[in-house]
């Protein structure tokens, strides 16, 4: 074999060689791919996983802040009920304090507060119109006190759902 012939058995040794070797790396690179891919893939369902499992807790502690909020005005509402005097939207002194202590309760939970009114009239109209006044001073006391007005929600019924002295009394809940 000449000194030519050498070479070039030596040359296509090492081509094949180098070819073999670029496939191994392509085949490594292809499958370190493939495995990130996988881990990221993972990673990302965790995260999932992880976000829910915050958000399902948040969704409780919510639940329970508004369960006790509500718990929590019924009481203050069985001690000293929101009334008011026939013909009257007035608050007394004593209605104020209540709302002053409700409107802490809406504030630190953040809960919605809900204010249903009745007035007695036999008037649709004019009992209507009464109820609403007396959900607007309602509203407004708490709104003084520091409660979110955006959590507040009234329902003046007028005399569709109370009459006589149970429409003079308010019905206040949390939800």
């Known amino acids: 074999m000449t000194r030519y012939g050498l070479l070039k058995t030596i040359a296509a040794g090492a081509l094949v060689l180098g070819v073999a070797a670029c496939s191994s790396a392509q085949d490594a690179a292809g499958q370190a791919a493939g495995a990130a891919q996988n881990a990221a893939g993972q990673a990302g369902q965790a995260a999932q996983n992880a976000a829910g499992q915050v958000a399902g807790a948040a969704q409780d502690a919510a639940g329970q802040a508004t369960g006790a909020a509500g718990q929590k005005i019924q009481e203050l509402v069985q001690?000293?009920?929101?009334?008011?005097?026939?013909?009257?939207?007035?608050?007394?002194?004593?209605?104020?304090?209540?709302?002053?202590?409700?409107?802490?309760?809406?504030?630190?939970?953040?809960?919605?507060?809900?204010?249903?009114?009745?007035?007695?009239?036999?008037?649709?109209?004019?009992?209507?119109?009464?109820?609403?006044?007396?959900?607007?001073?309602?509203?407004?006391?708490m709104q003084d006190a520091g409660a979110d007005a955006s959590k507040l929600k009234t329902q003046p019924t007028g005399n569709s759902t109370a009459q006589g002295d149970q429409a003079l009394r308010t019905e206040i809940s949390a939800s």
């Open 79 to 141: 001690v000293h009920p929101v009334t008011f005097t026939s013909q009257s939207a007035e608050l007394s002194s004593a209605d104020t304090q209540t709302l002053r202590q409700i409107a802490a309760v809406q504030k630190a939970t953040g809960a919605t507060v809900t204010i249903s009114t009745h007035a007695g009239y036999p008037d649709a109209e004019q009992a209507q119109q009464l109820s609403r006044q007396r959900a607007e001073n309602i509203a407004k006391a």
